[in-house]
């Protein structure tokens, strides 16, 4: 952030102010080092303890905080800390940086300029995550990751609009994982994008196997980030498996509305929907959205995040702000979906107020592709009987 806004001339005298400090505040037998970037390492001479190693670092987090005046600018910085210790029987010498590092990156976690010191829950919490990292990577190369289907309907007529695909890891001892177990750990891996290909595979399969089964499905929607609409070989992918007249949608985050995108990614968008691929905005009212990022990006649909949707039923503030939403869609020609919808209640309210799908827990939770077809026959056949009778 110095060397981007100040130059990196302010950015070396902040590095050189550091390692004054850490030089000042530790003794004789201690060895202060920078050891790349920002990154500095002490290491405390013998029989030092944890409790001295926090004094320390607290000591050091005071004096890099105050302002550094760099020719008669100020420099504001701050520090995170890790702290491990080999006399504490978790870990041993030669791990001992890993272990800091584990612990300077939880400190990062809990909001910066902090202390953390590696503990035995953190030595397990890490080795659990190794090994979730083997089983992750095992996992793709198995195609074990699966789409679940979440139903969304009509809030008008309660016919079948489309369905969401979200991702399942069908684990060999612990059985079916929700994202919050894997995601974390496999976005550190880089790994989402190979994970996402074979939900989209797999997802275009199941719709096809639907639609010969004499199910027509309206639309399939993937969750993708940004960088992924910008990859010809998700385009590719998404065409290489026949599903008819079946409209896939792509949702992206609300994030997407204020993050500033290259004109690469616009066009893409643009080619995308040339060629009947639609582009929904997921989670929207959980962030900063941005009305005019809204406009630029015309998606076809945005979703309410479900945490509006929950107090509907008891919150008039909440209903106001529901309702304000689907207003700005309907200014914007944008069509709304409400996650999260729980009762009848729920579903009542947002069709009287103009929701256009719904979709939640109500009309179903996400499902298998096995199970997935015994729904629609049961929801959807009869209603196509009456309709013929």
Known sequence: YVNDTLGHAAGDFVLIEVSRILAELSEDEDLAARVGGDEFVILLGPRKTIEQARTLAEKCLVEIRKDMEF??????????????????????????????????????????????????????????????????????????????????????????????????????SRGILTPDVFLPVAYQLSVVDAIDRIVLAKGLQTVQDLNRAGHQVPKISFNVVAKQLEDPEWRRLAKSIAIGSTVISFEVLESVLIEAQSSFFHFEIDRLKEEGFQIEVDDFGSGHASIIGLTQLDPCAMKIDQRLIFPLTEAKSARQMVHAIIEIGKALDIKVTAEGVESAEHAAILAEMGCDTLQGYHFAKPLPASELQQFLDQRVSPQKSANAS
């Open 71 to 172: 020719e008669g600018r100020h420099c504001r910085v701050g520090a995170s800390f890790g702290i491990a210790s080999a006399a504490s029987d978790v870990v041993s010498n030669p791990t001992l940086l890993l272990a800091a590092d584990a612990a300077l990156y939880l400190a990062k976690e809990q909001g910066r300029n902090t202390v953390e010191v590696y503990s035995q829950k953190m030595h397990t919490d890490v080795i659990e995550k190794r090994v979730l990292a083997a089983e992750i990577e095992e996992a793709i190369a198995d195609r074990a990751f699966e789409p679940y289907f979440q139903p969304q309907f009509d809030a008008k007529t309660g016919a079948l609009a489309g369905m969401e695909a979200l991702v399942r890891w069908n684990h060999p």
